[in-house]
């Protein structure tokens, strides 16, 4: 992992079929907004828990893999 980039930590199906809650962890001065979070399905939320982790609550027919990195869209 390195400062552009957020790291998959875990992956749970969310209320509804076909929704997932993203566990996502990063370095460096960011939120979570500054990442690329589309490239996980279609964003219905997401929330910064800590300076350095959050999760994304997304619409997709696929899941990620833990592990999976996430650039940061500067």
């Not at 962890?25 to 939120?31: A, R, S």
């Not at 979070?37 to 994304?56: K, M």
Request: proline share 4%; glycine share 6%.
């Amino acid at each position: 992992m390195n400062k552009e980039t957020a790291v998959v930590t875990s992956c749970h199906e969310h209320d509804t079929p076909g929704t997932w809650r993203i566990n996502l962890k990063w370095e460096g001065d960011h939120e979570i907004s500054d990442f690329a979070l589309d490239r996980l399905g279609t964003v219905q939320s997401a929330e910064a828990e800590t300076d350095h982790s959050g999760y994304v609550i997304v619409k997709s027919h696929t899941n990620p893999n833990i592990g999976d990195l996430i650039p940061s869209r500067k």
